[in-house]
């Protein structure tokens, strides 16, 4: 198991936006389990909403999508990854069958489908409580860190 310091090491996301909090399982460079615990401290919740606390669907993808890059971050090795960063290229087949709210602890699972040279494609799924709440299907572009 990774926890958040391992994490940061791996994603380059940080406060408020690094929605992983601990690496629970990794099969190789085909799978990983992540979990994440939806707390009311989150900034997103005193806009979304203020009177009934929702989970954006688009940041149970990005959660998904940071697992995936701890994912492809474990896969090149983390020597290799240091000058490397994953852009999200799509995102396909996504549903949403329940609402993820404060207090919830999210799993996230995500598979790779293929790798061809710099492109992954990969799906996800997130469960609370062992019930299904989002599913999806994406694809992610490996490259260089450029300088600024």
Do not use: C
Not at 108 to 130: C, H, Q, S, Y
């Amino acid at each position: 198991m990774k926890n958040i310091n391992d994490i940061m090491h791996l994603v380059p996301h940080r406060y408020p936006f690094l929605l992983i909090d601990r690496i629970l399982q990794v099969d190789g460079d085909q799978a990983i389990k992540v979990l994440k615990n939806v707390t009311i401290n989150e900034a997103i919740f005193t806009g979304h909403f203020p009177e009934y606390p929702v989970m954006p669907g688009v940041l149970i993808l990005e959660a998904m999508a940071q697992a995936a890059v701890a994912l492809v971050a474990i896969a090149f090795g983390e020597e290799q990854f240091k000058n490397k960063l994953v852009f999200l290229t799509s995102i396909e087949k996504a549903t949403f069958t329940k609402q993820v709210i404060p207090g919830d602890s999210m799993i996230l699972d995500v598979k790779k489908v293929r790798a061809r040279m710099n492109l992954w494609i990969m799906e996800g799924e997130t469960t609370v409580n062992g019930a299904k709440v989002a599913t999806a299907q994406f694809s992610a572009m490996i490259a260089d860190k450029v300088s600024a």
